[in-house]
């Protein structure tokens, strides 16, 4: 078993911080991410990131300052590297999935090469789908060598509660056209673990592909599947900024006013930032909102106004 006084942690995406204290060991996290902000009391723990952008613009903004940086070969994100050579952590948990929303992984490696001792393990995570998520948390229990039965059993929860909500989502008759949307200037409709969730709470997944990225979609596209539920679930957007900036997108497109879910007023908006967008433990409460928000007579998580709202309300 892992000895929490000596093992030092750094976690460079908020889902591997999640999965982390998931399984107990938050106090060995020496040092996280500027986005690591889940569960509390990280305050102490030390930044080694932080964005090269604006991470206060519109969508529109930050999709071209993030199309600069890549363009030029360069990372979305700055590492303090003596600081994590002072740290000197035997393990670095990051990620290989996306270059937008941490690290890259080659960043990283080549960092730990040039600075680190080799003692140093990096755990690397690149889920794409539910199952990819629930082996990842298995993985990082393993390489930590946290494989207990108390962990065993709080992994095997999340997939009893994600088998119940299925169970019941399963004998609805009705599965209303879900379209959600990752991101709002340029449109970008969900992907990898989504639609599969979309489907177990009980909707018809419509333009997202599950188990592939989330991709560049047009406004005709949603026109042309018309779907009965809209959710706007922006990566790194809480609520209130993805209020503020869909009030003035859908001012300006006044096309969405003809949608079946603008009509019968049910588009939503969840907090894409704390939980869709962080492939962990909480991907099961995102599960739970999905729910809520699609047969909302038969669940009640007590997600609303904290995980998600009703945006003609």
Same mark, same amino acid.
């Given at each position: 078993?892992?000895? @929490?006084?000596? !093992? &030092? +942690?750094?976690?460079?995406?908020p889902?591997?911080?999640?999965? *982390?204290?998931?399984?107990?060991? /938050? ?7 500027h ?9 102490h ?33 700055k ?11 035997d393990?670095?948990?990051?990620q290989?999935?996306?270059?937008v ?10 960092i730990?090469?040039?600075?680190? @001792?080799?003692n !140093? &393990? +990096?755990?690397s995570l ?6 990819d *998520?629930?082996?990842?948390?298995? /993985? ?7 494989e207990?039965e ?10 009893v509660?994600?088998k119940k ?13 879900v ?17 599969e969730?979309?489907?177990i709470?009980g909707?018809?997944n419509?333009l997202g ?18 779907p009965?539920?809209i959710?706007f ?5 809480n ?8 009030n003035?997108?859908?001012?300006q497109?006044?096309?969405w006013?003809?949608l079946?879910a603008f ?22 409460e ?10 909302p ?17």
């Open positions: 078993m892992m000895n @929490n006084n000596s !093992t &030092k +942690i750094v976690t460079l995406i889902s591997a911080t999640e999965i *982390v204290a998931f399984l107990g060991q /938050k106090n060995s996290i020496i040092g996280r991410s986005e690591c902000d889940y569960p509390h009391g990280l305050n723990v030390a930044k080694l990131t932080s964005p090269k952008i604006n991470v206060d613009g519109t969508s529109g903004e930050i999709d071209k300052q993030i199309n600069t940086i890549l363009e030029n070969s360069l990372s979305v994100y590492v303090d590297v003596a600081k994590l050579k002072e740290l000197n952590p393990y670095i948990i990051t290989a999935h996306c270059e929303c941490a690290v890259s992984f080659s960043e990283v490696e080549n730990v090469s040039k600075n680190l @001792n080799k !140093t &393990k +990096i755990i690149q889920p794409n789908t539910l199952n *998520v629930f082996n990842d948390i298995k /993985k990082v229990a393993v390489a930590l060598n946290l207990n108390v962990n065993k059993k709080l992994i095997n929860s999340l997939d509660r994600l909500i299925k169970e019941i989502s399963s004998k609805q008759k009705v599965k209303p056209k379209a959600c949307i990752e991101w709002i200037d340029p449109l970008m409709i969900a992907g990898n673990w989504i639609p969730m979309v489907e709470a909707g018809k419509i592909k599950s188990g592939n990225d989330s991709h560049w979609i047009k406004f005709k596209d949603i026109l042309n599947q018309d009965e539920i959710i679930l922006p990566c790194g957007f609520i209130k900024k993805t209020r503020e900036e869909l003035n997108f859908l001012k497109n006044n096309n006013r003809t079946k009509r019968n007023k049910k588009i939503f908006i969840a907090d894409g930032n704390q939980f869709f967008n962080r492939p962990g433990p909480r991907l099961l995102s599960l739970e909102i999905f729910a809520e928000i699609i047969h007579n038969i669940f009640n998580f007590h997600h609303i106004e904290s995980g998600w709202i009703n945006y003609n309300d």
